[in-house]
C-alpha cells in the first residue's frame, strides 16, 4: 500500500466578488480532482485549535498528524532546521523576511509594500542577508539566509515573549508602525528592523532592482519567534517511511524533524511559477525507493491569497489538476493498491489575504474501496456531506488506518 497526500496551501477560500461570489475551488477546471471525489470520502476539517493563530506551521503539523498543541514550538525553528542552522536548547529564532517598504522618512509611518520584495531570488537576497550580518551579527545574533524572501535570525539565550510581533504578509498596504511590537523584550529586535532600512536601501542589489524596475528589499521584518522543535518521528508514530516534498523551508523543517526525507526539485519556487510536474514525479521516485509515504506541499494557492490575485488562484488549482494529479495518477497504476488525500491547511480567502482558521474540504481517495462522494468538491459541497473531523491532528491516523 502507498500513501499520498497532495497539500493544496491556502486553497481554500470564501466567496470572491471578482469571481463572481464564487470561491477559487468552485471556478477552476479540476476534472482529476473531482473525478477522485466522486469515488472517494469527502468532508471538513478543522486544522488550527481556536487558541492557535491559523499559520500553515501549525496547519501542516496537524494535517501530518502531530497534534500543535503539544508539539508546536513556533515556525522559525522548523524553518531554521531546514536551513541547516543547529540549534541549542535555549536559542530563539525568528524568521526574517526581506520587505519593500515605502520610503517615509519615519520608519512607523512606511507602509508594506511588498512582504516578498517583488520574489527576490535566492541569490540577491543572501547579499542582503550577508549585509544585515556584518552590521547586526554578534554572540547573540545570528543571520541565515533562505529561500528567496524566508530568511532566519538566531538569537542565542532569547526569549519568545515579544509582544505581538506581525506577520508580514497580514498587514500588505498598511502602514506599519501600529505593527511594531511594544514589547520591551523585542525593542532590540525592532531597532535592528529600522537600522536595516539604511543598511539595504542603496544597497547594491537593489540598486540594481530598482533600475531594472524591480522592487527593492529594503528592510528585514522579524516574526514567528520560536524555540528548539520536539517533534517525533513521522515513522515511530505509523509505521511508515516518509518524505516531504516542498518549495518552503517551513514544511522542509518539518520533514526534517520528523525523520523524514525532503528532496530538493529544481524549479520548485512556491509560487505559480514552480515546477508542478517535478513534484510529482519526485514524489513517484520516493515512492519507487522505498518510501510508504509521500507529503507534497504546493504554495502556490496561498501565495495568490496574499497577493489578492484570484485568477491566478484559480489557474494554481487548475495546474495542479493537470500537472500533479495527472502525474501522480498516471504513475501510481503500477501499484495495486493507494490512498491519497487531498486537501488544503487553512483558507487565505482572497478578501482578506491572510490566513483563516475556518474548516476546510478534504478528500480521502482508496483505490479498492471505492465510496460515495460528491460530483465536484469546494467548500460548500464538502460540507453538505455532513463528515466532519473536528481535530485535525487526527486526520492522519484516520486516513493512515481508516
Excluded at 19 to 27: F, S, Y
Excluded at 145 to 160: D, E, I, N
Excluded at 186 to 208: G, R, T
Aim: aromatic letters at 8%.
Amino acid at each position: 500500500m502507498k500513501y499520498v497526500v497532495v497539500l493544496y496551501d491556502g486553497m481554500a477560500d470564501y466567496p470572491v466578488p471578482a469571481l463572481g461570489g464564487k470561491t477559487p475551488m468552485m471556478c477552476a477546471d479540476k476534472p482529476l480532482f473531482d473525478s477522485l471525489a466522486k469515488n472517494a470520502e469527502v468532508g471538513l476539517v478543522k486544522t488550527v485549535d481556536d487558541t492557535l493563530k491559523p499559520g500553515s506551521d501549525v496547519a501542516n503539523m496537524s494535517v501530518m498528524g502531530f497534534d500543535p498543541l503539544k508539539y508546536y514550538t513556533g515556525r522559525s525553528p522548523l524553518e531554521a532546521v531546514s536551513i541547516g542552522v543547529s540549534l541549542l536548547d535555549d536559542d530563539v529564532t525568528l524568521r526574517c523576511n526581506i520587505v519593500t517598504l515605502s520610503d517615509e522618512e519615519k520608519y512607523e509611518d512606511k507602509t508594506m509594500v511588498d512582504y516578498s520584495a517583488g520574489d527576490i531570488s535566492s541569490e540577491e537576497a543572501a547579499e542582503l542577508i550577508k549585509a544585515v550580518q556584518e552590521v547586526f551579527g554578534n554572540e547573540k545574533y545570528t543571520y541565515y539566509s533562505g529561500v528567496s524572501y524566508r530568511h532566519c535570525l538566531t538569537v542565542h539565550k532569547g526569549t519568545t515573549d515579544l509582544g505581538d510581533m506581525t506577520p508580514p504578509h497580514d498587514i500588505s498596504g498598511r502602514v506599519i508602525g501600529e505593527y511594531l511590537s511594544k514589547s520591551e523584550n523585542a525593542a532590540p529586535l525592532i531597532d535592528m528592523m529600522k537600522k536595516s532600512y539604511e543598511v539595504l536601501k542603496n544597497h547594491p542589489v537593489n540598486q540594481k532592482r530598482i533600475a531594472e524596475g524591480k522592487r527593492p528589499g529594503n528592510s528585514i521584518w522579524l516574526w514567528g519567534e520560536g524555540n528548539k522543535p520536539i517533534l517525533p518521528s513521522f515513522e515511530s508514530l505509523y509505521g511508515l517511511k516518509g518524505s516531504v516534498i516542498s518549495a518552503v523551508d517551513l514544511l522542509k523543517g518539518i520533514g526534517i524533524s520528523a525523520g523524514m526525507a525532503t528532496p530538493e526539485v529544481e524549479g520548485a519556487t512556491g509560487y505559480i511559477d514552480t515546477n508542478f510536474k517535478g513534484k510529482a514525479e519526485c514524489a513517484l521516485n520516493e515512492l519507487k525507493d522505498g518510501k510508504d509515504f509521500v507529503y507534497i506541499h504546493i504554495e502556490a494557492p496561498d501565495e495568490c491569497g496574499h497577493r489578492d490575485e484570484p485568477h491566478n488562484k484559480v489557474r494554481a488549482i487548475e495546474l495542479i489538476d493537470e500537472l500533479v494529479l495527472g502525474t501522480l495518477l498516471e504513475g501510481l497504476k503500477e501499484y495495486d493498491d493507494y490512498k491519497i488525500m487531498i486537501l488544503p491547511d487553512h483558507p487565505t480567502p482572497i478578501v482578506t489575504k491572510t490566513h483563516a482558521r475556518d474548516p476546510v474540504p478534504y478528500m480521502i481517495y482508496h483505490k479498492s474501496i471505492p465510496k460515495q462522494g460528491v460530483e465536484t468538491i469546494n467548500e460548500e459541497t464538502a460540507g453538505a456531506t455532513g463528515n466532519f473531523i473536528e481535530k485535525g491532528s487526527t486526520i492522519m491516523g484516520h486516513f493512515l488506518k481508516g
